[in-house]
């Protein structure tokens, strides 16, 4: 593929009109997989982790994983494990990974990922509930 790589892990979930993907992005060791794993624990499908393809068609943003490591996530403390996975799924949820508090009631956002807008979150994504707050934004979309 000679689509752009991103450093991020990308997830599904299954709504009424398909999988919908979210792509959690942050720093190494900001608990991207982590998250994943949570998430996953919940229903979601792994997409790929640590580094997925992007690229832009006519109706969004879509996320594949990187090919050497399909299947594949880091469990740390465990190392790396399969899971069942997507080959690709739309991006409909871009998900700021942070470890700090933020606003309790922001403002719309969106980013610009391969040409394509999509809208974007920032979550502290420590507690519990992160996985709860993921779903039900990607719901609303």
Known sequence: MT???LHATAVALWCADGW?????RGPSGAGKSD?????????????GDDYVHVFASDDGL???PAERIAGMI????VGVVTA???PLARVRLIVDCVQEGVER???EDHDTVAGAVVPRLTLDIRPASATAIIARAMRRL
Do not use: F
Request: charged letters at 25%; aromatic letters at 6%; glycine letters at 8%.
């Open 3 to 5: 689509d752009p790589i």
């Open 20 to 24: 919908r993907a979210a792509l959690l």
């Open 35 to 47: 998250l994943a794993l949570r998430l996953m624990g919940q229903g979601w499908r792994l997409v």
């Open 62 to 64: 879509y996320a594949a």
């Open 74 to 77: 880091e469990a740390r403390g």
């Open 84 to 86: 069942r996975h997507l």
């Open 105 to 107: 009631h922001p403002e």
